[in-house]
């Protein structure tokens, strides 16, 4: 395999941001930013063999630079909301920045989505990787202790997209990274996904209060709503019942938390299909949740090659530790990582064709 490296801008502050491409044989290849840790595009090829751009994204720099829903990007340190920036370890209370309304979402104003990483890209044979490195200062954020984190990037010949989250820290704090990828199996400027099938391997979600999407505490059966998808459920048809769950209208669509039923073993989480092109998509992870996002509300401008996304563009599946953990000590694992200790979690993108 090979990996391109290309110029893609330079930020207000003078750093050079390279474009990272992993290819493989087949001619599919994914390209990440050292900006941000940004998934900029995945090309991937549907039955007759085409390739297409199935990551909503941008062609120049100036579009990750403004605010852009965080398409692509790698998030941290905290992946998901916490309610009004507030949290407790050991009996030390925190409150940290917020930037969604009164909480604190996805790492706040300026999180790991938002800073240069350090690269080191590694060839192999059948399989690149792609090595992005940052430290997070103490009370980067008002989180507590310094974070080392490695995110590593690999794509092989069968067309796994594999991400490793690695950090340590040298006083107790938080740390659920995730990635925050919109896909359109059909293609970027396909439209919408409404005509993608999604299952989700899922008896129950983390329902939210109102439309600040803070979690209740509790959990909601999917049976009988739209949010069962354990053997498929055709997106358009979903959205289509938005009126009819009260969850729904809160979020404008979807914007939940899945609480997988394999827990935090390494496993099958989610599998996504485009009929038309016969692509498909499976999420395995070991993190115990999956975030469904379907760019609800959300209209993020100008994307590659002059398309405009409209809500519903893209989806996202974000694999995580549950929104506001830290508030809710009845979820499930931990979100409090404590020196001497390595948080180390794997998600794999693996992209198919069925037949």
């Known amino acids: 395999m090979s990996i391109i490296q290309t110029p893609f801008g330079t930020t207000p502050d003078g750093q050079p941001v390279t ?3 992993l290819q493989n044989r087949g001619g599919a290849s994914v390209s990440i930013l050292n900006y941000g840790g940004i998934v900029q595009s995945i090309l991937v090829p549907d039955r007759e063999g085409n390739l297409a751009d199935v990551a909503l994204g941008f062609d120049t720099l100036e579009g990750y630079l ?3 829903g965080c398409m692509g990007d790698t998030i941290g340190r905290y992946g998901n909301r916490i309610a009004e920036g507030r949290f407790t370890i050991d009996g030390q209370s925190y409150q940290l920045a917020c930037n969604n309304g009164k909480n604190h979402l996805h790492g706040g104003p300026v999180g790991f989505n938002k800073h240069m990483w350090e690269a080191m890209p590694v060839e192999g044979n059948g399989e690149d990787s792609l ?19 490695t995110v590593t990037f690999t794509f092989n010949d069968a067309c796994d997209l594999i991400i490793r989250y690695q950090a340590a820290t040298d006083k107790p704090t938080l740390c659920n990274l995730t990635n925050h990828t919109y896909f359109n199996l059909a293609g970027q400027d396909h439209g919408t996904v409404r005509d993608h099938v999604l299952l989700i391997d899922s008896d129950v979600i983390t329902p939210v209060r109102d439309a600040g999407l803070i979690p209740t505490g509790s959990y909601m059966p999917v049976a009988g709503t739209p949010f069962d998808m354990r053997d498929g459920l055709l997106l358009g048809d979903g959205l289509d019942m938005m009126q009819e769950s009260a969850q729904m209208v809160y979020a404008n669509g979807y914007d939940h938390n899945f609480v997988l039923r394999k827990g935090e073993t390494m496993a099958l ?6 009929e038309d092109s016969g692509r498909m998509m499976e999420v395995i992870t070991d993190q115990p949740g999956v975030q469904l996002y379907t760019a609800c509300t959300t209209h993020l401008g100008g994307g ?26 009845q979820f499930i694992g931990t979100t409090v990582l404590r020196p001497g200790e390595t948080y180390d979690t794997t998600t794999i993108y693996a992209f198919r064709v069925e037949e």
Do not use: I
Not at 132 to 147: A, C, I, K, Q
């Open 66 to 68: 403004a605010d852009h």
């Open 304 to 329: 590659k090659g002059g398309m405009t996304y409209e809500p519903y563009s893209g989806l996202c599946l974000e694999t995580q530790h549950f929104p506001d953990a830290p508030n809710n000590s």
């Open 269 to 274: 989480a989610a599998c996504l299909w485009h």
């Open 131 to 149: 090595r992005l490195h940052r430290v997070s200062p103490d009370g980067e954020m008002n989180f507590p202790g310094t974070l080392d984190v």
């Open 19 to 21: 474009r990272y491409t």
